[in-house]
């Protein structure tokens, strides 16, 4: 999988299933939830060998907060998920 973190989006790519999804989204929304970051999410995508997988783009009502971003990036490539910070390209 990867993850492609900025301070508005959090954009989750290439998961096999909605499983690997749903993991993800438990350790990332409780800090989101908490923050008052009012997350909205897009689903699409499909589970077919070739055609990207599922992906979830999160979009905040506000700017992560930089020890915020420095956690759930940390908690992102725990999870073996290849971490792209967009803000820093």
Request: charged share 25%; net charge negative; glycine share 6%.
């Amino acid at each position: 999988m990867i993850a492609r973190l900025a301070r508005r989006t959090i954009i989750i790519q290439e998961a096999y299933s909605h499983w690997d999804i749903q993991d993800v989204l438990n350790d990332i929304n409780p800090i989101l939830l908490t923050g008052n970051y009012q997350p909205a999410y897009f689903f699409e995508g499909s589970p077919i060998i070739g055609q990207g997988g599922f992906h979830v783009m999160i979009k905040l009502s506000k700017d992560l907060t930089e020890s915020d971003y420095k956690v759930i990036r940390r908690l992102l490539m725990l999870r073996g998920i290849n971490v792209v910070e967009e803000d820093k390209i």
